[in-house]
């Protein structure tokens, strides 16, 4: 028997808790879930599955029985009337998450069980591009004209402020629905009650647009440090807010992709204790098999120079040593790039104003570097330490810069920075350090 407490999840389902119930789903593995599922009623099956990721239920799925799983393709259907209470009483932005995840006929036939509101807005979020932030937005906020005293503001807000995402900040909007200025809500109630709202305005307001990436909302709030920020249409209107919550859960989900990017997998894991075996090896198979082909290249550079090997046998002792060196400085280098451009730090016109403190940067490192294996080999082989220096020297200098460029190149051709991973990094830093090493060993040593 699982230990772990079923009959929980399905109290949070009865009680319609659906954080409680979103954080229980989330410490089970999927042997776990799987059990759930073949031990719920009809209804309690249908709204535990569709709390699962898309790759969570597709893991789930395979492990339950063939009956099971058509109760679960039917489900839908036979519970309509639950369904369409569950869907209207989300959020409007984690409805329309949670319709974004279905195949579009589902999706559609479930739209037929919200209500005429409900709907509107639901066919208005899910008509913005995946990933935008009209996608994460709620329309659930206050707004009022600039000609509302305070004492008239407060009575709407105590009006219409029961279903607000936020109170934190009032919207001043013109007859037409055009953002005009945005006012906390401490101004609001710290005003004298007869004064008007467009006496506490400033004409000044930072926004984000429904059509920008997701990405874009993050660095804003990072930026302007605020909670909560109003979303425009092109001309202006406003049409929705983004709360900091929903952009924390953004930008952990992009850091996700980026850290699993940044490490040769080709898209972002769940937790490895709910991966299946099958899954890890497909996401991580195609880079490792890819990079083999491109270190196929160290070794044909080793065969090209083995009469220098013949000659100075020690050079082999200190290959793994140098490019060792070579990938860690890239893959140093990248990572502070690559942080930088997601920060909004640095942008792309920036590379040649960094591409010359990076050079004196790896200079002084490569130098540091030298000593230290100019050491190592004065009781070794002697006979090669200046070989050695020049060539760490040569060898960070080199990966360190490749560790900055890449991120950059890749920006500029609308590739995720973050696809500059360390192993690619490592894997070139390897051969260009194999080259630069016995290119200037067989030079100095006049083979």
């Given at each position: 028997?699982?230990?772990?407490?079923?009959?929980?999840?399905?109290?949070?389902?009865?009680?319609?808790?659906?954080?409680?119930?979103?954080?229980?789903?989330?410490?089970?593995?999927?042997?776990?879930?799987?059990?759930?599922?073949?031990?719920?009623?009809?209804?309690?099956?249908?709204?535990?599955?569709?709390?699962?990721?898309?790759?969570?239920?597709?893991?789930?799925?395979?492990?339950?029985?063939?009956?099971?799983?058509?109760?679960?393709?039917?489900?839908?259907?036979?519970?309509?009337?639950?369904?369409?209470?569950?869907?209207?009483?989300?959020?409007?932005?984690?409805?329309?998450?949670?319709?974004?995840?279905?195949?579009?006929?589902?999706?559609?036939?479930?739209?037929?069980?919200?209500?005429?509101?409900?709907?509107?807005?639901?066919?208005?979020?899910?008509?913005?591009?995946?990933?935008?932030?009209?996608?994460?937005?709620?329309?659930?906020?206050?707004?009022?004209?600039?000609?509302?005293?305070?004492?008239?503001?407060?009575?709407?807000?105590?009006?219409?402020?029961?279903?607000?995402?936020?109170?934190?900040?009032i919207y001043v909007v013109?007859?037409?629905?055009?953002?005009?200025?945005?006012?906390?809500?401490?101004?609001?109630?710290?005003?004298?009650?007869?004064?008007?709202?467009?006496?506490?305005?400033?004409?000044?307001?930072?926004?984000?647009?429904?059509?920008?990436?997701?990405?874009?909302?993050?660095?804003a709030f990072k930026m302007?440090?605020?909670?909560?920020?109003?979303?425009?249409?092109?001309?202006?209107?406003?049409?929705?807010?983004?709360?900091?919550?929903?952009?924390?859960?953004?930008?952990?989900?992009?850091?996700?992709?980026?850290?699993?990017?940044?490490?040769?997998?080709?898209?972002?894991?769940?937790?490895?204790?709910?991966?299946?075996?099958?899954?890890?090896?497909?996401?991580?198979?195609?880079?490792?098999?890819?990079?083999?082909?491109?270190?196929?290249?160290?070794?044909?550079?080793?065969?090209?120079?083995?009469?220098?090997?013949?000659?100075?046998?020690?050079?082999?002792?200190?290959?793994?040593?140098?490019?060792?060196?070579?990938?860690?400085?890239?893959?140093?280098?990248?990572?502070?790039?690559?942080?930088?451009?997601?920060?909004?730090?640095?942008?792309?016109?920036?590379?040649?104003?960094?591409?010359?403190?990076?050079?004196?940067?790896?200079?002084?490192?490569?130098?540091?570097?030298?000593?230290?294996?100019?050491?190592?080999?004065?009781?070794?082989?002697?006979?090669?330490?200046?070989?050695?220096?020049?060539?760490?020297?040569?060898?960070?200098?080199?990966?360190?810069?490749?560790?900055?460029?890449?991120?950059?190149?890749?920006?500029?051709?609308?590739?995720?920075?973050?696809?500059?991973?360390?192993?690619?990094?490592?894997?070139?830093?390897?051969?260009?350090?194999?080259?630069?090493?016995?290119?200037?060993?067989?030079?100095?040593?006049?083979?």
């Amino acid at each position: 028997m699982l230990n772990f407490d079923v009959k929980a999840l399905f109290r949070y389902i009865r009680k319609k808790s659906w954080k409680e119930l979103q954080a229980a789903i989330d410490e089970l593995d999927n042997l776990q879930l799987a059990e759930a599922i073949n031990r719920g009623s009809e209804f309690e099956v249908v709204v535990l599955f569709r709390f699962l990721s898309r790759e969570q239920a597709k893991e789930v799925f395979q492990e339950l029985s063939h009956d099971k799983q058509e109760e679960i393709v039917n489900g839908l259907a036979q519970h309509a009337s639950k369904v369409a209470e569950l869907l209207n009483d989300m959020e409007p932005d984690d409805r329309t998450a949670f319709l974004g995840e279905l195949p579009g006929e589902v999706a559609q036939r479930l739209m037929q069980l919200l209500t005429p509101d409900n709907r509107e807005v639901a066919t208005r979020l899910l008509g913005y591009p995946e990933d935008s932030i009209g996608r994460l937005m709620t329309p659930e906020y206050v707004a009022v004209k600039p000609h509302f005293t305070v004492e008239e503001t407060l009575a709407h807000i105590r009006k219409y402020g029961r279903d607000s995402e936020t109170l934190n900040v009032i919207y001043v909007v013109d007859d037409n629905w055009k953002l005009i200025d945005d006012i906390r809500i401490r101004e609001v109630i710290l005003a004298s009650p007869e004064q008007c709202i467009s006496d506490l305005i400033d004409y000044k307001f930072t926004s984000l647009n429904a059509f920008d990436d997701q990405e874009t909302a993050v660095s804003a709030f990072k930026m302007y440090d605020r909670v909560v920020l109003p979303v425009l249409d092109t001309a202006g209107t406003l049409l929705g807010i983004v709360t900091i919550d929903d952009v924390f859960e953004i930008a952990e989900e992009e850091e996700t992709e980026d850290f699993h990017k940044f490490g040769a997998l080709q898209d972002a894991i769940v937790s490895p204790l709910q991966a299946s075996v099958s899954f890890l090896y497909k996401k991580r198979m195609f880079w490792l098999t890819a990079l083999v082909f491109v270190n196929v290249f160290s070794g044909a550079i080793i065969q090209n120079f083995e009469n220098v090997l013949e000659r100075t046998l020690s050079l082999v002792f200190f290959l793994p040593l140098l490019i060792g060196c070579g990938g860690n400085a890239g893959s140093q280098s990248a990572t502070l790039m690559i942080r930088a451009l997601a920060m909004g730090d640095v942008e792309i016109r920036d590379w040649t104003k960094l591409l010359g403190k990076e050079f004196l940067v790896s200079l002084l490192l490569g130098l540091t570097m030298a000593l230290a294996v100019s050491f190592l080999s004065a009781f070794r082989a002697p006979e090669i330490m200046l070989v050695l220096a020049v060539t760490m020297i040569l060898i960070v200098i080199t990966g360190s810069l490749i560790g900055m460029l890449l991120p950059f190149l890749f920006t500029r051709l609308k590739i995720d920075p973050a696809t500059a991973s360390a192993p690619l990094i490592t894997s070139l830093a390897d051969i260009l350090g194999v080259l630069i090493y016995f290119t200037v060993a067989s030079r100095m040593l006049g083979f």
